[in-house]
Structure formats: structure tokens, C-alpha cells
């Protein structure tokens, strides 16, 4: 007997997370919702081809209005929320409401702490909640703690991951495969690191270093960006002396969207201009989408994490690298097969009772090394290198 999924909010990553439960989840039906019926008509079109058969089915839901929402939940196992994380604390009340199991792909960590108090509920209703997946945060702190099993004494994770296209063309060298108030979000504020044992916040853009990954990558830039670690600081704080996560772009991208920043571009609070009130943020957006965000993208993601620290009294450091692709024959670019695939694999764990019941966060749902299993799986390249002091 197979199971009954829900996936709102269909475009890019939530239609790669349904396609791995078809795969991966014994799915006998799965529910495509989206305010825009016509999406979610072509993702069930596009999945039912891949899939070769008949499986999943669309209609219209808005996440603004659970009401559309509710209705789809009745007898369903796991639900994946995929859409804008200011909806994810309602959409959790009400998987809980329905014992619905839920994962989602979060993206602001308030918005994440508020699910993960819930966790007397959702284990009263007998369910699983995980906020927060995806690449990162989601999968690179999985690598995280599988790096941390590597090193019997871990005092240091290091993380640093992106998303870049495999053809990179001046002057941007970027091309957006998220939603691009996803990426400026990252972009202003602060990150929260460990640093010297305690949680500590560390400004965007700071922390700048070069680093090489072989051809056809090459050399690039890691710098600071917001919440990319999610909870795991605080739920590692006192454990770890030090935790940092910084994102890879190509050469030259730093030093442009840091100008942006310090220009105001990144704003939230409107400012007048002849006497209109304007956000900077959104005229940023409204001039930079044309610029970065294609239908098609071929990408390229890739993630180097190290733990540091003794085994058995020496000292040794741990490396785990991911490299993936888009897939041609799928046509699912590498941000939405890291990104849907570990909420799908998470889903998939709830539903069958490897992550105990309750709200639980990414770093204590999983073991690393079982997420690490799950990705090769599904044909994602990992590899692992731990290096002993002579």
C-alpha cells in the first residue's frame, strides 16, 4: 500500500520533491497545488511523462487562504510546503491539525524557531515536522553533522556551498535557479556562526577568501550570508567551537552585489522619491530579474565541508565535497534536485518513522551519514577524505 502526498506551491523545487517521492516514496497519488492552476497543470503533466504513468493530479490552492488548502489534506500521509516561508507556521498548525507529516524549505530562522515550538503538538497528533530544507540550510547541515561523525573529538565544521551556472556570462556570472527575494535576503543582515564556542552574529558579505576547486570551477569567492545555518549554532553551541557557513559565487560577484548593498538596493524601508515612496528592495528586484533569472538553467551546485579536531589524540581533518549537475535527462537543474530532494527525503523518512514524532529540527532529524546514503541513491556525487596529522 502506497501513500498520499501533497506538494504546494509547484514550481522548481517543490515539482523535484514530488518526483522523488514518486520515485522514493511509494506514492500511489500526489497532489499538486498552486495558485496558478495552469503551473500546477504542467508540473502534473510534466511528472505523469517522466514518471510514466499516471500519478499525480493538480489544482488550484492559495497558501493565503487555507481554506483552499485544507480540503486536500483529508487522508493525505506528507505534505512538502513550497512556498514563501511567511506561510510556513500556518501551514504547520494545520498539518498538525490534519496529522499530516510536513517538511518544508523554510528560509528565515524566527519563522523556523516558532514551527519548532510546536513540537508538543505535532507529537500529541502523532506527526513529524522538519522546517527548513533544501541545500542550504537543509542539506549543508546534514553534511555538517555527518562531517562531525568523521572526527571522534569535532571542534570545527566549516561549510561553504552555491548554486552557479555552468556557463557563466559577464557581466553577472550569476543566474538565479531560486526565488530572487530568496537571494537578497541571504544578502543583508547577519549570519549566526559559532565562534569561539559561543553563537555569534557575523555581518553579510564579510569573511571574504578564495578558494580552488579544480577545473572546470576553477577558483571561487566565499563570503557571509544570512541563515544558512538555520538552528543548528544554537543547538550546537557549547559543542562545537567553531561553525561557519559561506556561499561560493564566481570571481568578481562580491564586490558587485556589495556596492548594491552599500548603495541602500538591499532596503526594506521605503524612501521617497519626487514624492513617491518607493522600497529599494523592490526596484532592485524589478531591475535585476531580467538580468539573472532564466526559464532554462543549466547549473551546477557544489558544496566542500570540513570538520576539524582529534581522533584518538591526533589531529585530523575531515572533508566531505558535493558536486551535481543539471540532469539532462530529467531536466531538473542541481538546485532543485538538492533542494526538493532532501525535503522529499526527509518527508519520506517521517512517513516512515525514522524521525521521532514532533517538530525536530534539520542538524537532529537525520544521521548525517544516512542523508549521505539517501543522496547517492538518487545518483548525487559525495565524497569523503579524512586527513591524520603526522
Not at 532596503?267 to 519626487?274: E, S
Request: aromatic fraction near 8%; charge should be negative.
Amino acid at each position: 500500500m502506497g501513500y498520499k502526498y501533497v506538494v504546494l506551491g509547484t514550481g522548481r523545487q517543490g515539482l523535484a520533491a514530488a518526483y522523488d517521492l514518486a520515485v522514493f516514496g511509494s506514492a500511489d497519488a500526489i497532489t499538486l497545488l498552486d495558485i496558478d492552476p495552469a503551473v500546477a497543470a504542467a508540473g502534473a503533466e510534466r511528472l505523469n511523462r517522466l514518471l510514466g504513468k499516471k500519478v499525480a493530479a493538480a489544482f488550484r490552492a492559495d497558501a493565503s487562504d487555507l481554506s483552499t488548502v485544507a480540503p486536500h489534506l483529508d487522508g493525505a500521509t506528507g505534505l512538502v510546503s513550497s512556498v514563501h516561508y511567511v506561510f510556513n507556521l500556518e501551514m504547520t498548525k494545520l498539518a498538525i491539525a490534519k496529522k499530516v507529516h510536513m517538511t518544508d524549505f523554510g528560509g528565515n530562522t524566527a519563522v523556523v524557531r516558532d514551527q519548532l515550538a510546536l513540537d508538543a503538538e505535532a507529537a500529541a497528533a502523532g506527526v513529524t515536522i522538519v522546517p527548513d530544507c533544501g541545500m542550504g540550510p537543509g542539506l549543508n547541515v546534514s553534511l555538517g553533522t555527518y562531517v562531525m561523525s568523521l572526527v571522534e573529538e569535532c571542534d570545527e565544521v566549516l561549510i561553504w556551498d552555491g548554486g552557479l551556472p555552468q556557463q557563466p556570462k559577464a557581466p553577472w556570472n550569476y543566474e538565479s535557479t531560486f526565488n530572487l527575494g530568496g537571494l537578497t535576503n541571504e544578502y543583508d543582515g547577519n549570519a549566526f556562526f559559532i565562534r569561539d564556542g559561543k553563537v555569534t552574529p557575523v555581518p553579510c558579505f564579510s569573511g571574504y577568501e578564495v578558494l580552488e576547486f579544480g577545473e572546470p570551477l576553477g577558483q571561487l569567492e566565499a563570503f557571509v550570508t544570512s541563515g544558512g545555518l538555520s538552528t543548528s549554532p544554537w543547538t550546537f553551541e557549547g559543542r562545537l567551537k567553531r561553525l561557519e557557513n559561506k556561499t561560493l559565487r564566481y570571481p568578481g560577484h562580491v564586490a558587485q552585489f556589495k556596492a548594491f548593498s552599500d548603495l541602500g538596493l538591499l532596503g526594506l524601508d521605503p524612501i521617497d522619491v519626487r514624492g513617491q515612496k518607493v522600497v529599494p528592495r523592490d526596484v532592485f528586484h524589478a531591475l535585476l530579474e531580467p538580468q539573472v533569472c532564466r526559464d532554462e538553467i543549466k547549473d551546477v551546485c557544489v558544496m566542500r565541508v570540513k570538520g576539524i579536531g582529534r581522533t584518538k589524540g591526533r589531529r585530523v581533518e575531515a572533508v566531505v565535497e558535493l558536486v551535481d549537475r543539471y540532469d539532462e535527462k530529467t531536466g531538473f537543474t542541481a538546485m532543485q534536485r538538492l533542494t526538493g530532494w532532501h525535503g522529499s527525503i526527509l518527508l519520506i523518512a517521517a512517513v516512515n518513522s525514522q524521525v521521532r514524532r514532533g517538530a525536530v529540527s534539520v542538524e537532529l532529524s537525520l544521521p548525517g551519514r544516512t542523508i549521505v546514503t539517501e543522496c547517492q541513491r538518487r545518483g548525487i556525487a559525495i565524497t569523503e577524505e579524512v586527513k591524520v596529522a603526522v
